[in-house]
């Protein structure tokens, strides 16, 4: 085992957010690229948010997507306990540390960092008060990702609030050191809170860890951030929608990763040992629902059919597709016809309810487009006692129909998109002969001469 120690720190806030997953499975990539350890920490200070519930989305989250974790909740460590809320005597602890050090003072009920260096009494335009600025000396970071960064603190900072309540920037640093983390990869949100950590690390006498900042997820349009409002943001959503977790998996390693070469469909022992800081990039990266769906689809055409039904058969009882009545036979026959087509399972009652009733809605657009290709109703009155004089069976049915296309002098396909229409109500679907086979002749018989009136 290598000495790499990354960790995940989350809020819990009852989502489980894109942006979230994201730095959790870099950091549970770069543990396991380098045989590491992954320890999750509940940075749950914020008492109001980080119910029971909030925590139950979050682990959900991560083990739905695959992330286990090596340290934390539920598993526990040596470096424990994972919640901050229960750390309070580690945290009272480092503060002594900084207070034996003189780098700390009470103000106005609250506790202070000090920072080092000449010290200024100045007019601040935006407090519209005096303030003491300090000249303290730019802190550099060589972050694996930005490259270096220079920024200097001006003023002291809160670390205890008046309430008794350790501020962010003091406990996160006091659990990097106590946890032994060798590795901050986090949002680049927190970059401008770096110099902050980096000045308390020094305080204590420890060497920062590496940091690596990832840059932001750009939502589908415009210049702004992913923020949970939008379609695709929630983590626990996908699961629901009947998203595969590998894929979505897989999506968000791209997600301001690559390893360097076209590859995008990788399954997950590949991304492992092909994920480093410098596949990284710099810049924001943009969530994209259509390669996502792209991407599911190609790993729903996988499955084999057994695990495909497993998957789809509830979501098409809860949309009311299917009963318990309907024939397993017939069931799997229809989804061995769409798994290959429908995008997402979540899009699949659509794609075929057609299958199951014979109530379903004929498209307007796709009828107006057929009709200036000629009647629909008069070309399939042509057909129907084509298809009553033959066996469904696909090499019958497509014989039949080119035999009576020629004899029209026209092609076969001058047939299929008012048949499709007919008898589905759609422009698209699965593949039409293979779909008459399903359907079966009784239904498809009964559907012409009911389209046709
Ligand atoms: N609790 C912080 C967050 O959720 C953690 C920041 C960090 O990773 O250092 O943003």
């Known amino acids: 085992m290598s000495q790499v120690r990354v960790r995940f720190a989350p809020s819990p806030t009852g989502f489980f957010h894109i942006g979230s997953a994201r730095t959790a499975l870099f950091n549970w990539l770069y543990a396991r690229h380098t045989g590491g350890t992954f320890v999750l920490r509940i940075e749950d200070t914020d008492k109001e948010r980080n119910t ?21 909740p539920e598993v526990g460590g040596a470096s424990g306990p994972y919640f901050q809320s229960e750390r309070q005597a580690v945290y009272d602890e480092y503060l002594l540390k900084l207070k034996d050090a003189g780098r700390t003072y009470e103000k106005d009920g609250a506790i202070w960092f000090k920072l080092e260096g000449e010290r200024t009494t100045e007019y601040d335009d935006f407090r519209k008060a005096e303030v003491e600025k300090v000249k303290a000396a730019p802190v550099v970071i060589d972050d694996a990702v930005r490259g270096r960064v220079e920024r200097a603190e001006e003023m002291d900072f809160v670390i205890v609030r008046k309430d008794g309540n350790p ?57 702004g951030k992913m923020s949970k409002r939008d379609k695709g943001a929630l983590i626990e959503e996908y699961e629901q929608r009947g998203f595969l977790a590998n894929a979505v998996r897989n999506y968000i390693s791209l997600l301001g990763w690559n390893p360097k070469d076209e590859r995008e469909k990788m399954d997950i022992a590949e991304i492992v040992e092909l994920f480093d800081f410098p596949g990284i990039n710099k810049g924001n990266s943009r969530f994209d629902e259509k390669k996502l769906s792209a991407l599911n689809t190609e790993y729903l055409r996988e499955l084999n059919i057994e695990s495909y039904a497993f998957l789809a058969r509830p979501i098409l009882h809860t949309a009311g597709v299917i009963s318990e009545e309907e024939n397993e036979d017939y069931i799997q026959s229809v989804l061995t016809l769409c798994q290959s087509k429908a995008r997402s399972l979540d899009e699949l009652p659509d794609f075929c309810r057609y299958f199951f009733s014979d109530a379903y809605a004929l498209d307007e657009k796709t009828g107006n487009k057929i009709a200036k290709k000629g009647d629909p109703k008069e070309l399939l009155a042509e057909i129907v006692p084509v298809l009553d004089a033959v066996d469904f069976e696909a090499d019958a049915l497509q014989a039949a129909l080119e035999a009576h296309a020629e004899s029209k002098d026209v092609k076969v396909f001058a047939y299929f998109p008012a048949l ?34």
């Open 52 to 72: 029971d519930e909030a925590l139950r989305v979050l682990l959900d989250g991560m083990r739905w997507m695959g992330m286990d974790w090596d340290e934390g």
């Open 420 to 453: 499709r229409y007919a008898l589905s109500g759609k422009g698209g679907g699965p593949d039409l002969i293979p779909m008459l086979v399903v359907l079966g002749k009784q239904r498809v018989l009964a559907r012409l001469q009911a389209f046709v009136g």
């Open 167 to 223: 501020v962010f920037h003091l406990v996160n640093v006091v659990d990097d050191i106590a946890m032994g983390i060798t590795h901050v990869i986090r949002g680049e949100d927190h970059l401008s809170n770096t110099s902050k950590h980096v000045e308390l690390f020094k305080a204590f006498g420890v060497e920062p860890p590496v940091f690596a900042h990832i840059p932001l997820i750009l939502k589908e349009v415009g210049s």
